[in-house]
């Protein structure tokens, strides 16, 4: 069966530098890799996906994510913090060779520290 | 273009009583998935539709019942409704095997 785990449920980082949170997945099949963003009272954003190619996957407000297949990790990474990007961050995979259903952490809430 | 809308924003509910929730997916999808987030979760699956079927379904109870339009919108159906139904339910669409787009979602409250 499909499973995401979110280690950390909070990550604290001061502003300017570099965040991390971290992702670990499991599925019988290739993985379909997400990361979410949610802030108070909102619905889930989108930040990037990783299906195959370059390990290091670009997505949006320069968040970038790290797939690491031998340690099945798909860690969540930005050089500078800032404070707007506190939020509640949601690791979610899917099975590329099953279905559609996508797979969701329990969440981690950033909280960048000015 | 219109993101994926939901309605109402905010319901309040009795035990026993049953609910209605909206989604008009974002142009051009065909795709639309529903989840349940309790307070302090992940989304858990409820179902996805697709071409007006359901297409998956997650371990949730037969209370829960969906339906999709011709024109891809979806509903959210819930019977007899429990406390631990409170949650906030939150709508996605996609185009089928891509990526996800959510709707604000609904807050239910079951008193």
């Known amino acids: 069966a499909q499973s995401v785990a979110q280690p950390e449920d909070q990550v604290n980082v001061a502003e300017g530098n570099p965040l991390t949170v971290k992702c670990t997945y499991s599925?019988?099949?290739?993985?379909?890799l997400f990361w979410y963003v949610q802030y108070p009272n909102r619905g889930l954003q989108f930040l990037l996906k990783?299906?195959?190619?370059?390990?290091l996957v670009k997505g949006s407000y320069g968040f970038e994510a790290e797939f690491n297949k031998s340690q099945t990790s798909f860690h969540l990474k930005k050089p500078s913090a800032l404070v707007s990007d506190s939020a509640l961050y949601f690791c979610?995979?899917?099975?590329?060779?099953?279905?559609?259903?996508?797979?969701f952490g329990k969440g981690t809430r950033l909280h960048i520290l000015p | 273009d219109a993101g994926v809308t939901q309605s109402p924003t905010h319901l309040i509910k009795t035990r026993g009583q049953q609910v209605t929730l909206r989604c008009s997916p974002k142009?051009?999808?065909?795709?639309v998935s529903w989840y349940q987030q309790a307070l302090g979760q992940g989304p858990q699956f409820i179902f996805q539709?697709?071409?007006?079927?359901?297409?998956q379904r997650g371990n949730f109870p037969d209370r829960f019942s969906g339906h999709q339009f011709p024109n891809y919108s979806s509903e959210l159906n819930v019977n007899a409704l429990l406390l631990g139904d409170s949650a906030l339910y939150l709508c996605?669409?996609?185009?089928?095997?891509?990526?996800?787009?959510f709707g604000p979602g609904t807050r239910l409250t079951v008193t």
């Open positions: 599925v019988s099949g290739n993985p379909y």
């Open positions: 539709y697709y071409e007006e079927e359901e297409r």
């Open positions: 996605a669409s996609s185009l089928t095997g891509q990526e996800q787009y």
């Open positions: 142009s051009g999808h065909d795709t």
């Open positions: 990783y299906i195959t190619g370059d390990n």
């Open positions: 979610a995979v899917r099975d590329l060779n099953r279905d559609d259903k996508i797979i």
